[in-house]
């Protein structure tokens, strides 16, 4: 009997050495040989690995870039592993958590639960905290500064709000994980601007909630809102801007034809790993007599703070005004509606603010294009102030006097 326990001790750990050894092993083989399928994940530092050479100051970046996991985030079997684990919590365990940077609500729904900055989207929309007074007050005096500096060139001056996927669907949440204020923070900030400035801010949920009683107007695997939530968005935005450009004629939707094209899964199925897993058809509204608004290339001076080059629309009609847009990404969606209201308009992609920076507001570029409107498009998670820590910041770090 003991000879057997024996064998069976012996067994289990040649064969726990091999199994380990053989992991060791496989993201080595893989590279050389390349068996595995090769699943994508979303990275947040895709920066080469830093040259070496014989200035000292090449050896500390090119150490720091180690340190820093340069070698954790590029070792074969790394996509199939996450794939496999983002697979096991959302399908199987359904053990995805606020604390992810991706949560699995209800029917494989996904939420963006961290934003990349340390910040816990679905925890802060969650509690019945009250934002932080001083953080309120220093973005509402900001916007109405910029309101003020436009205002004295004689450039209308407008907010737009675009809110989180989980606040229009949070029945999509887990049960736990939902809301419980009767006031969101992101009603709670744009009644503050209302009460203390005179901006003229808008926010598009009322419009995206009634919409969703008959079109599903977020994706399920994407943290961006589909064609039908940024038409409704549209629709109220036009309600603004022709009360002072009655030349706008807005557009309605019988005015186009709505199509679902088999395309590339979501953002947040991509971040997971689960971009093979998750796949949902993609919404594109066609005008029936076609977009009046052509793109055209920008060659002025760009900024650090540009995520990317902006771009140009034009229709050609003078009676139309001329408009710069600051935005984030959920303007995508909206910029084929938006584009036909304008005679000329210039986008350009911020980089979100940070609690020791302000969002950029380019003074400069806006005193180059002279303008009749600029419109500031914040999606709700990148404006909301934190409820943990607050700003850091002394003086605007705006580009406005």
């Known amino acids: 009997?003991?000879?057997?326990?024996?064998?069976?001790?012996?067994?289990?750990?040649?064969?726990?050495?091999?199994?380990?050894?053989?992991?060791?092993?496989?993201?080595?083989l893989d590279k050389a040989l390349e068996f595995a399928p090769k699943d994508t994940v979303a990275e947040t530092e895709t920066a080469p690995l830093p040259s070496l050479t014989i200035d000292?100051?090449?050896?500390?970046?090119?150490?720091?870039?180690?340190?820093?996991?340069?070698?954790?985030?590029r070792y074969n079997l790394r996509g199939l592993l996450i794939?496999?684990?983002?697979?096991?919590?959302?399908?199987?365990?359904?053990?995805?958590?606020?604390?992810?940077?991706?949560?699995?609500?209800?029917?494989?729904?996904?939420?963006?639960?961290?934003?990349?900055?340390?910040?816990?989207?679905?925890?802060?929309?969650?509690?019945?905290?009250?934002?932080?007074?001083?953080?309120?007050?220093?973005?509402?005096?900001?916007?109405?500064?910029?309101?003020?500096?436009?205002h004295a060139r004689g450039i209308r001056y407008l907010v737009v709000i675009a809110p989180n996927k989980n606040a229009v669907y949070p029945e999509m949440l887990p049960d736990?994980?939902?809301?419980?204020?009767?006031?969101?923070?992101?009603?709670?900030?744009?009644?503050?601007?209302?009460?203390?400035?005179?901006?003229?801010?808008?926010?598009?949920?009322p419009g995206l909630l009634e919409d969703k009683k008959s079109n599903p107007v977020f994706?399920?695997?994407?943290?961006?809102?589909?064609?039908?939530?940024?038409?409704?968005?549209y629709r109220q935005i036009m309600a603004h801007l022709v009360r002072d450009f009655p030349a706008i004629q807005p557009m309605d939707r019988e005015q186009f034809i709505v199509e679902q094209y088999s395309w590339l899964p979501g953002d947040l199925a991509f971040m997971m790993g689960l971009a093979n897993f998750l796949k949902e058809d993609r919404v594109q509204y066609l005008r029936k007599d076609w977009f009046k608004a052509r793109g055209r290339s920008y060659d002025g001076p760009t900024d650090p703070h540009y995520f990317e080059v902006p771009q140009y629309s034009y229709v050609g009609d003078p009676?139309?005004?001329?408009?710069?847009?600051?935005?984030?990404?959920?303007?995508?969606?909206?910029?084929?509606?938006?584009?036909?209201?304008?005679?000329?308009?210039?986008?350009?992609?911020l980089k979100p603010q940070t609690e020791a920076e302000l969002r950029f507001f380019d003074a400069a570029l806006i005193e180059r294009e002279k303008?009749?409107?600029?419109?500031?498009?914040?999606?709700?998670?990148y404006i909301i102030p934190s409820l943990r820590g607050s700003f850091k910041i002394k003086n605007s770090t705006s580009a406005a006097p």
């Not at 326990?5 to 091999?18: E, H, N, P, V």
């Not at 994706?219 to 968005?233: E, L, P, Q």
């Not at 009676?319 to 304008?342: C, G, N, Q, T, Y």
């Open 1 to 28: 009997m003991e000879s057997r326990l024996t064998f069976l001790r012996r067994t289990t750990s040649c064969l726990a050495s091999i199994l380990f050894l053989t992991m060791l092993v496989l993201p080595t």
């Open 56 to 73: 000292p100051a090449s050896w500390g970046r090119w150490f720091n870039s180690l340190r820093r996991g340069y070698l954790d985030r």
């Open 83 to 150: 794939s496999w684990n983002s697979f096991l919590d959302t399908f199987v365990l359904a053990s995805t958590t606020p604390s992810s940077k991706v949560m699995a609500g209800k029917d494989h729904w996904l939420f963006l639960a961290q934003d990349g900055s340390n910040r816990n989207v679905i925890e802060d929309a969650r509690s019945m905290d009250d934002l932080p007074r001083a953080s309120v007050n220093l973005l509402a005096e900001e916007l109405e500064r910029r309101r003020q500096w436009l």
């Open 176 to 205: 736990a994980l939902r809301p419980k204020r009767p006031e969101s923070h992101r009603e709670q900030f744009v009644n503050a601007v209302r009460a203390r400035t005179k901006v003229d801010i808008i926010d598009v949920t």
């Open 219 to 233: 994706y399920v695997t994407d943290s961006h809102w589909n064609a039908h939530g940024a038409f409704a968005a």
């Open 319 to 349: 009676k139309l005004p001329r408009a710069v847009v600051f935005h984030d990404s959920f303007w995508w969606e909206l910029l084929p509606f938006i584009a036909e209201s304008f005679d000329e308009a210039l986008y350009v992609w």
């Open 371 to 381: 303008p009749d409107i600029v419109i500031e498009e914040y999606t709700e998670r």
